[in-house]
């Protein structure tokens, strides 16, 4: 490399460096990643909702950010395939989407949840407005093995709280 061709490499470089520090840019999130519930909390800025109840022989096994407003939490069993609670967080109630609730339905003690059809698992998704927080919304999409019934799933969805 010549010089001509290294000072121009560094000015470019500068440029960028820059542009990111002027931006508040402070450096790129890797997701998908591992991490404690509190560390998604920190995130995503809201404490996040779990299930309270789990079938017997499961327990959190790990929690993953998704991306900067989701994160999902992964509950396994020995022998057992795992359990995955899916949380997508909007502040300001503009969810990915609003769960089509004029298809096949279960009901939740937070309203109708849409029933999904998932190959070898049972799914359902659902939305919550939750009171500390009106003008905002989750959705949850919460899928088992087939093995385990929806009603194991209901009692899951009606457990999740703070």
């Known amino acids: 490399m010549n010089v001509r061709s290294l000072v121009t490499a560094l000015s470019v470089m500068s440029i960028v460096s820059l542009v990111l520090s002027c931006s508040g840019h402070q450096g790129t999130q890797v997701f998908p990643r591992k991490v404690s519930i509190a560390e998604a909390e920190k995130v995503l800025g809201v404490p996040i ?92 999409q919460l899928s088992c093995p087939d093995t385990l019934p929806v009603s194991e799933l209901i009692l899951i969805a009606d457990s999740v709280d703070w």
């Open 49 to 140: 909702p779990t299930p309270h109840y789990a079938p017997p022989g499961y327990s959190l096994k790990s929690a993953a950010l998704e991306n900067e407003s989701a994160v999902s939490l992964s509950y396994g069993a020995k022998n057992q395939s795992d359990i995955l609670l899916r949380i997508n967080w909007d502040p300001e109630g503009f969810p990915p989407y609003r769960v089509d609730v004029s298809k096949p339905t279960v009901s939740l003690k937070v309203g109708l949840a849409a029933l999904m059809e998932d190959g070898d698992k049972n799914r359902i998704a659902w939305n919550w407005i939750p009171d500390r927080y009106p003008d905002s919304l989750f959705v949850f």
